[in-house]
């Protein structure tokens, strides 16, 4: 949404820049080319982002259910030697 935002107002200002006189239609095209180009790397760079992020955050979710699948296997280790400790006191 954000770059949508800068493209149109790159695009506006190319815009007003041929209102006024002060470009040639050569500079406006040239201009135009540029908002459009800038728009394209606004776009790749939050589509980049939003990938690094999706990938950081699916990471962080395998690393957590390996943590919890490891404390369970712990918990249930200690269980098993309560279990056989109390079996050998009776």
Do not use: H, P, Y
Not at 14 to 19: D, G, L, P, Q
Not at 49 to 71: I, L, P, R
Request: aromatic content about 4%; charged content about 35%.
């Amino acid at each position: 949404m954000r770059a949508r935002k800068q493209w149109f107002l790159i695009l506006g200002m190319a815009a007003s820049f041929a209102v006024m006189g002060g470009c040639s239609k050569s500079d406006t095209e040239k201009l135009e080319r540029d908002a459009k180009a800038t728009g394209r790397d606004l776009q790749k760079t939050a589509s980049d982002a939003a990938d690094v992020t999706n990938k950081a955050a699916n990471e962080a979710a395998d690393k957590a259910k390996k943590a919890a699948d490891d404390a369970k296997k712990a918990a249930d280790k200690a269980k098993t030697a309560v279990k056989d400790a109390t079996k050998k006191t009776n």
